[in-house]
């Protein structure tokens, strides 16, 4: 990612202007807390894409992964001061992700990316030779089907494969995502597998 | 010995559990057999494409953008910030109490034009005894309700906050603008307050 400055006036002496470069998370968090608003957006930049990519593992489709995330900062930005700083932010997001996923995707079933928008990406395998129109097809039946049967998890489990699986977290982020012991992650994502396994049988 | 629990059997697909339990699925058919379900289901899921297509390029600067237009209005530090924003304004918000009631109780206080006993008969609703709360004309009662309620939260700190004191002259002069009965009232009220804050 490229450096990137920011620069805000101390309050506390009027005509002092700080300028931090490549700050840290905790060093954005406490500028935005000091009401330096546009601080927010170095948060933003540095987190979104990965804000993004595992709202889209949950929705599986841009348009809702694009709100999703959106919703995700928002919410962020309104609860930040309860943030303490013990968990590391990039945590703290993906947990406030995770949170607001679900209740989406609870609420409304998944809707894969139409065949059409895959078929797009599909062209720049195929330009590169890597596979045929029709393996794409294949691929994107079977992916929906996984897709399908991953949304019909129970909400844990569902959370647990997804960052383990798909975005190789630690059970140690991932148990202070869920806000559970690694132990548990580690049963969930056992519970997770079997249950997918029968799905998918 | 023991079967793998489901967390053992995580860590063996894994790699990550220790030699000597590992050693036990070599041995153990039921243990060998639930590791090969969980690598065969893990190697189906992520078979599928689990890479998210990349937006185009633009759409991380809109994004960017969307969320910077949606917290413009909002403020942080979730239920609490309201609690705090008001708190620079609190001596002025006091100051204006004070100075609204003070200028009620002028007006109150400022003596009456002469009438003749005919239209005091006509005019005056008070009786002995009656509830002075019960005069008060229904359209102001909001008004005097917020007043009165302002003051009784009113603390001292925020009128000395706010550039109120009271001098001793003022004192002075509403003593002696009372009438017996009044004075008596006072100190009535002057001997049970000390009698309180004695005990």
């Not at chain 1, 797009?120 to 992916?143: I, K, M």
């Not at chain 2, 699925?25 to 243990?31: P, R, S, T």
């Not at chain 2, 002025?92 to 006993?117: E, G, K, Q, Y």
Request: aromatic share 6%; proline share 4%; with cysteine.
């Amino acid at each position: 990612m490229p450096t990137r400055a920011w620069e805000w006036t101390v309050r506390a002496e009027p005509g002092c202007k700080v300028t931090v470069t490549n700050p840290t998370d905790a060093e954005l968090v406490a500028a935005v807390l000091a009401g330096h608003r546009d601080a927010f957006d170095g948060i933003v930049e540095r987190h979104r894409r990965h804000v993004y990519q595992l709202c889209y593992r949950f929705v599986g489709n841009h348009e809702d992964a694009s709100d999703l995330a959106q919703d995700v900062f928002i919410r962020a930005f309104k609860s930040l001061r309860t943030y303490k700083g013990d968990a590391a932010l990039g945590t703290w997001l993906y947990r406030i992700a995770v949170n607001v996923s679900l209740n989406k995707v609870s609420a409304k079933s998944v809707r894969p990316e139409p065949l059409d928008a895959l078929l797009r990406t599909h062209d720049l395998r195929a330009a590169s030779g890597a596979e045929s129109a029709s393996e794409a097809v294949l691929r994107h039946e079977r992916a929906g089907q996984v897709r399908a049967a991953i949304a019909r998890l129970p909400k844990k489990q569902r959370a647990t494969l997804i960052l383990r699986m798909y975005h190789e977290l630690p059970h140690e982020q991932i148990a202070g995502i869920l806000g559970s012991s690694v132990g548990a992650v580690k049963a969930n994502f056992f519970h997770a597998l079997n249950n997918l396994k029968k799905l998918l049988s | 010995m023991k079967h793998l629990s489901s967390p053992e059997l995580v860590e063996f697909i894994e790699g990550t559990l220790d030699a000597r339990r590992a050693a036990h699925v070599g041995a153990c058919d039921i243990c060998r057999a639930a590791a090969t379900d969980l690598q065969d289901v893990m190697r189906r899921a992520s078979s599928v494409d689990n890479q998210v297509p990349e937006p185009s390029p633009l759409f991380w600067d809109h994004l960017s953008a969307r969320v910077r237009e949606a917290v413009a209005d909002e403020r942080t530090g979730g239920a609490s910030w309201w609690l705090t924003s008001w708190r620079p304004f609190a001596p002025a918000a006091a100051a204006l109490v004070v100075v609204v009631l003070v200028s009620a109780t002028v007006v109150m206080r400022r003596p009456a034009p002469p009438v003749s006993v005919g239209e005091a008969r006509e005019t005056a609703h008070v009786e002995p005894g009656m509830d002075i709360d019960a005069t008060i004309d229904p359209a102001n009662r909001e008004v005097w309700e917020v007043l009165t309620a302002a003051a009784a939260d009113l603390e001292l700190e925020d009128a000395h906050a706010a550039g109120l004191s009271v001098q001793s002259s003022a004192i002075d002069r509403a003593v002696q603008g009372l009438s017996a009965d009044e004075l008596n009232e006072l100190g009535r009220l002057l001997q049970s307050e000390l009698k309180r804050s004695s005990n």
